[in-house]
């Protein structure tokens, strides 16, 4: 049971537009969210999060969107770069701590 | 700052050999610490955690054991490698929400 959903296996975007990343979960216990960007043969970095009692986190470049409703967030990269391309993770949590992770989504911004 | 190492970077090994990958973690005290796999275009899969030394919680069944025997040391064994375990493997440790992953080693096992 995939309780952390990232849907679209790949994205392209061109250099200086907007990326979107969506993720869904499953779990009403989650709560709290992370992204992670990854490079081939490189372990993950964490890039931003959002708690549970917030809608929206930005930090610079990057904001995410939490829709709690929905049991959906996402993750806004503007504007996009060539150096942006890798893989996002999503990922969730609980008081527990443990993070359950998405699939993965491998964006490609092109020059 | 924490800093987190992973060794070695590479490691191909034949089925039935055995297996140690070692995570050491600076700059903090009592972390919390994983084991993840990231299968050949997969998401992230995690193996063990735990919470203090001696102490490890296994998520998955398989022929992969962990063990902390330093507050920040992390060692991932296996006595007979199968073909299966081959992929990516993560070290993480975490302090409050966020994880912070090693390097990671590539695993393939021939």
């Known amino acids: 049971d995939q309780q952390v959903k990232q849907n679209s296996p790949s994205l392209s975007v061109q250099e200086g537009r907007i990326s979107i990343l969506n993720c869904d979960y499953t779990n009403s216990m989650f709560d709290y969210f992370l992204w992670y960007k990854k490079y081939p043969a490189e372990g993950p970095t964490f890039l931003i999060s959002i708690s549970s009692i917030k809608d929206k986190n930005e930090d610079g470049r990057f904001t995410v969107f939490l829709n709690k409703s929905a049991k959906h967030l996402s993750l806004h990269i503007v504007p996009s770069q060539p150096g942006d391309s890798a893989v996002y993770f999503c990922a969730a949590t609980t008081s527990a701590r443990q993070l359950t992770f998405g699939s993965g989504t491998q964006l490609t911004v092109l020059p | 700052s924490q800093t987190i190492h992973q060794w070695p970077a590479t490691l191909v090994q034949p089925v039935g050999s055995p297996l140690s990958l070692e995570c050491t973690v600076e700059g903090t005290s009592n972390p919390n610490l994983y084991w993840y796999r990231q299968a050949a275009g997969r998401g992230l899969q995690l193996l063990f955690y735990?919470?203090?030394?001696?102490?490890i919680s296994s998520e998955v069944p398989q022929n992969l054991s962990a063990s902390r025997p330093q507050d920040r040391q992390f060692i991932l064994s296996s006595k007979k490698l199968l073909l299966s375990d081959s992929g990516f493997y993560l070290c993480a440790w975490s302090a409050i929400n966020e994880q912070y992953f090693g390097p990671g080693t590539r695993l393939t096992v021939t």
């Open positions: 735990s919470v203090g030394i001696g102490q």
